[in-house]
């Protein structure tokens, strides 16, 4: 039997995975999906796929299984290991759901060259994402610390 599992990542005790929680349900129900098992984990984005839940999630799951995510940098913020977090659920023909991109690769379907560019795209943006606020935060610590 296929099962629906919405996975979520925080990187600190200082956030909860409520909102993240509350985007899955609301898309699942909106889509005739139920989600059957929750992935919660509490890591930051640099540390392993092991670290993250990751590893084990991929190997659990089998054809035809859903993955839904609230958006890319949950899985991950390099565009390297998103990719090929993609890759080996479309290997698997597991329907992989990103809610914020807009992303549906069903399973079964080929993974057509548009959808690894979007998923490349994204998962870029990602990356220079955390790159700015690592950079902004950095800045703003120097700032501080000539004042």
Avoid at 9 to 23: E, M, N, Y
Avoid at 90 to 105: A, H, M, N, P
Avoid at 125 to 141: H, Q, V
Wanted: aromatic share 4%; proline share 0%.
């Amino acid at each position: 039997m296929c099962k629906t599992i919405g996975y979520l990542r925080v990187s600190t005790h200082k956030q909860d995975t409520d909102s993240q929680k509350t985007g899955i349900v609301s898309y699942c129900r909106s889509n005739g999906l139920e989600v059957d098992e929750w992935v919660e984990v509490e890591v930051s984005s640099r540390k392993s796929l092991k670290e993250r839940g990751i590893e084990d999630l991929l190997s659990s799951l089998k054809k035809g299984d859903v993955l839904v995510v609230s958006e890319l940098s949950r899985l991950d913020r390099s565009i390297q290991e998103v990719v090929e977090i993609v890759n080996r659920l479309i290997d698997k023909k597991t329907r992989f759901v990103s809610i914020k991109q807009g992303l549906d690769l069903k399973a079964g379907d080929e993974a057509d060259m548009q959808s690894k560019v979007m998923v490349t795209m994204f998962s870029l943006f990602a990356e220079l994402e955390r790159d700015l606020i690592s950079m902004r935060t950095k800045n703003g610590l120097a700032r501080a610390k000539q004042q």
